[in-house]
């Protein structure tokens, strides 16, 4: 699986949109963009997925640059309990296992 | 609940004894998945299943670890001999292949070797 690059830590406002960026340049033609993230002390959550296309769902959206390089998750509204350690992962839909890098430490302030 | 259930949530061992997790994973769900994380650091993967074989192992698996999934359903994990180095958050999780093969976690099984 290709790895990943992110920023290590970023803060953002309360009630303003989080961009969380990820940079995949390896990633190949069947490889999906995945998004988890793990608040504190529990098992990671997992956000959303995409292959091209942009995805959204109740929790977040995802954008993927049109040659896949890179891509962009976006918190809509950012709250205190969005505070977390958010990871951009690489994946076929067939892979057996997935493989964490160090992730952004995202701290929502009031 | 319809998540990875994992039991117990905290053991607390003294080193040299032999400790077991159980992971339910989500139901009809036939992948199977054990991870660890230490503090500070990202889940790593230590092996998983498909129904009820083994179909890879990391070398963090060490011959004191064993993993089981019997019957395809739950799986246990068992750490024989523990060692301080083995305190940490142990993981499952399950996906569903056929579904696109999204994997959830559950919330992690912590031991402390003392």
């Not at chain 1, 953002?12 to 988890?36: D, F, K, M, Q």
């Not at chain 1, 918190?75 to 076929?92: F, N």
């Not at chain 2, 607390?12 to 159980?22: A, H, M, W």
Request: glycine share 8%; hydrophobic share 30%.
């Amino acid at each position: 699986d290709a790895k990943t690059t992110q920023p290590p830590s970023m803060d953002c406002a309360e009630g303003r949109a989080a961009n969380l960026p990820c940079n995949h340049s390896t990633i190949s033609g069947n490889e999906y963009v995945y998004w988890y993230r793990q608040i504190h002390s529990q098992g990671p959550q997992y956000i959303i997925h995409g292959l091209k296309n942009n995805e959204t769902n109740e929790m977040a959206s995802l954008i993927i640059t049109e040659d896949r390089k890179s891509s962009t998750l976006i918190l809509p509204h950012a709250t205190l309990r969005d505070t977390a350690v958010y990871y951009c992962i690489v994946r076929s839909a067939a892979g057996n296992k997935l493989t964490f890098g160090g992730g952004t430490r995202v701290l929502v302030k009031p | 609940d319809t998540g990875v259930s994992q039991d117990p949530r905290h053991k607390i061992t003294k080193r040299g004894q032999n400790v077991t997790f159980r992971c339910d994973p989500i139901s009809e769900h036939n992948r199977l998945y054990w991870y660890r994380q230490t503090l500070g650091q990202g889940p790593e993967f230590l092996t998983y299943f498909q129904n009820e074989a083994q179909l890879e192992k990391s070398r963090l698996l060490s011959d004191r670890f064993s993993a089981e999934r019997p019957k395809g359903s739950f799986s246990t994990l068992e750490i024989q001999r523990t060692e301080q180095g083995d305190s940490a958050m142990y993981l499952c999780a399950s996906s569903l292949v056929r579904d696109g093969n999204t994997i959830y976690f559950g919330e992690g099984s912590w031991l402390t070797v003392v």
